[in-house]
């Protein structure tokens, strides 16, 4: 009983446990973890990466990414500020500690949405998060999805399809991902998604209650 007290208050010490979505370009990432943050808002709260890349239309700065030059995202990796980067697509892209930090500072779950030399870089660390592997149900949808989302040169598109192979081969190494969900049919999708972090959600909503 004690024990179980101790381990409890112990829990709610360490925060909630971060969530690392990863899987290819155009799987249904970013789609999937806005509806989670509209649904479960002050629930979950995501980790905004820095990038090399320019923001698309309707993107902002400070919320989908912080936007900077390589000069500078190279200067900051070597102070040590990033817990992990990675080259993409002919871009770089990061985790700072500090947009880990200000999601942990206010209890939220942490949502990282980075690609695969992320969460290979991720296990090193002590962030311990829930792995969710977000994948399409084809090479030939994710294309038309890419296609249709209409953001890329086809130099940008072809780069990102070659990624998505080595992608979906490596996903299915066991023990990789805690979680794979099959991006098909949208609403369905996303109630996977929802069983597999409920346990972290309530206790969320169990420690603000208290
Ligand atoms: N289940 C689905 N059915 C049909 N279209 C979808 C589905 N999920 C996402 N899409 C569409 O596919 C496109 C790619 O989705 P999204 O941008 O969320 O992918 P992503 O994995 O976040 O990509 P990236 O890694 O490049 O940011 C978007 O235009 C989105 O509206
Ligand atoms: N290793 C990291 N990968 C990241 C990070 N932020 C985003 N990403 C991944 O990059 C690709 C491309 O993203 P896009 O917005 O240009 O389409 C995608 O797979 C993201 O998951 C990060 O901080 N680190």
Do not use: W
Not at 11 to 37: D, F, I, N, Q
Not at 107 to 121: F, K, R
Not at 133 to 138: E, K
């Amino acid at each position: 009983m004690y024990l179980r007290f101790i381990s409890r208050v112990f829990s709610a010490m360490a925060g909630p446990r971060p969530v690392v979505m990863s899987g290819p370009s155009g799987a249904g990432k970013s789609t999937l973890l806005k509806k989670l943050l509209k649904e479960f808002d002050g629930v979950f709260g995501f980790s905004v990466s820095h990038t090399t890349r320019s923001p698309r239309p309707g993107e902002e700065n400070g919320k989908d990414y912080h936007y900077v030059t390589r000069e500078v995202m190279q200067a900051a990796i070597a102070k040590g500020e990033f817990i992990e980067n990675a080259e993409f697509s002919g871009n770089m892209y990061g985790t700072s500690k500090a947009a880990v930090q200000a999601v942990q500072a206010k209890n939220l779950i942490c949502i990282l949405d980075i690609d695969m030399q992320g969460v290979n870089n991720i296990k090193r660390t002590d962030l311990n998060p829930i792995y969710v592997s977000i994948q399409p149900p084809s090479m030939e949808t994710l294309e038309k999805r890419l296609r249709d989302r209409k953001t890329e040169s086809e130099e940008s598109l072809q780069k990102r399809l070659r990624a998505a192979k080595v992608d979906m081969e490596i996903s299915k190494e066991p023990g990789l991902f805690d979680v794979l969900i099959v991006n098909d049919d949208l609403d369905l999708a996303y109630g996977k998604l929802k069983d597999a972090l409920l346990e972290e959600i309530q206790k969320v909503r169990d420690t603000n209650k208290s």
